[in-house]
């Protein structure tokens, strides 16, 4: 089985700093990324600005609250707020992250790893299972970047990820900037993650900026992407072929022009690594 979306080229998420060039028609883009939780209001000035970027290119729907690792059972409340986010906007697919965030009820608002294990893959598993039911969709989920590890673990993190995404019937979210966070910061090789990951479940690849802080990398998205995670996405695109790509950018955010050159960068390479004609987006 595999991951069925459909190939949206480059795209950037889109930012309250960018409204106003929605409203001039100028915020051209192959696609947007929106976070969910943002909009799930009932109305005023970021429903109407999804409204306009809906207009004017396709939308994507990335959530951070679904804590899809969490042994809490899956909130229904928030599966009724995205359920009614995506009857009005359409979205190609939707994505949450594979980790967890809530516990009793009490969220951390953070994307906490999971330990590597089989009984964290039946947990993952029945709430993708759940969320894909109620939402009468296949999903996409994220590969987090992380800061420590269990010693619990009895797998690496790409057959955990592989695992659940073939047992659910899921899509996978690439995020290439964490593979390479997490690698710095764990000690293993991301290009044996890259290697290992499913072409067929992989429906979007993100992309991002990330801070060193000495011992460890810091997953900031708060500057260009650097040449090392260029090089992986080089990798990424010719194991896995052409998958839709986007960049993050959510602090020091700067003026539009200069994110999307980021995206356009990305379709550069993807068009050297696979000979494609390359047509710059209008």
């Not at 290119?57 to 009724?80: M, W």
């Not at 709430?127 to 109620?134: A, I, L, P, S």
């Amino acid at each position: 089985m595999a991951i069925a979306v459909p190939y949206l080229g480059h795209g950037i998420g889109l930012r309250t700093q960018h409204f106003p060039r929605l409203w001039e028609g100028t915020a051209r883009v192959d696609w947007f990324e929106a976070i969910a939780e943002n909009f799930m209001i009932r109305g005023g000035r970021p429903l109407a600005a999804l409204e306009k970027a809906r207009a004017s290119a396709p939308l994507v729907l990335h959530g951070v609250s679904l804590s899809l690792g969490s042994t809490d059972p899956v909130n229904t409340a928030y599966l009724d707020e995205l359920r009614t986010l995506i009857q009005r906007f359409e979205p190609a697919w939707v994505s949450d992250h594979l980790c967890w965030g809530s516990v009793g009820g009490h969220y951390a608002h953070d994307l906490l790893p999971l330990p590597y294990t089989e009984e964290a893959i039946a947990v993952a598993v029945a709430n993708v299972r759940k969320v894909q039911d109620t939402l009468g969709r296949q999903i996409l989920i994220e590969n987090v970047s992380s800061y420590l590890t269990y010693t619990h673990s009895t797998m690496p993190e790409w057959e955990f990820l592989t695992e659940i995404a073939q047992r659910a019937d899921c899509g996978i979210l690439l995020d290439v900037n964490n593979i390479y966070v997490s690698a710095s910061n764990h000690h293993f090789d991301p290009i044996t993650y890259i290697h290992h990951v499913p072409p067929a479940r992989v429906g979007q690849i993100h992309l991002a900026g990330h801070s060193d802080k000495g011992t460890y990398l810091f997953d900031t998205h708060d500057g260009p992407v650097i040449d090392p995670v260029w090089d992986l996405y080089r990798l990424a695109v010719r194991h896995c072929g052409r998958v839709s790509t986007l960049v993050e950018w959510d602090d020091q955010i700067p003026e539009f022009e200069v994110v999307r050159a980021e995206a356009e960068r990305a379709r550069e390479l993807e068009t050297e690594e696979l000979g494609l004609a390359y047509a710059r987006s209008a």
